[in-house]
């Protein structure tokens, strides 16, 4: 489905003592990798909070192949698993430079109402700018 490419340079502050990712920083390039293929379909994340809408991680799965390093950098290409309903799913394949595939991962998150606290369906509007 729909595919978007983005690119992160590891920072130093981010890798341990080996020079490594540590793993608790993926969950934060992905979470970048997304914000970043909604504002490619034109989707403003700020805009969707403002009108009462969030989108918490549910699921988050992440298989290693290989390490990434410090000043790698990073191609993130995220895709739409399916149409979404009540969830939202993504997956996504992490790249080094040299083309070399780093890590898989996919994530389930929920769309909610943030006045009531409750989920719902993915709003209309989101559906349209998605093509469905």
Not at 31 to 47: C, H, T
Not at 56 to 84: C, G, H
């Amino acid at each position: 489905m729909k595919s978007h490419f983005t690119y992160v340079k590891v920072r130093y502050a981010e890798t341990d003592q080996m020079g490594v990712v540590y793993h608790g920083n993926y969950a934060q390039y992905l979470e970048i990798a997304r914000i970043d293929w909604l504002a490619a379909l034109g989707i403003s994340y700020r805009k969707m909070e403002e009108d009462g809408v969030m989108l918490p991680v549910y699921e988050l799965n992440l298989r290693f192949k290989k390490s990434a390093k410090f000043d790698d950098k990073l191609k993130i290409e995220t895709r739409l698993k399916r149409k979404p309903g009540v969830r939202i799913e993504f997956e996504y394949e992490i790249f080094n430079q040299h083309g070399e595939l780093l890590t898989e991962a996919e994530t389930t998150l929920i769309f909610v109402d943030m006045e009531k606290n409750k989920p719902i369906k993915c709003p209309q509007h989101i559906l349209e700018k998605l093509g469905f």
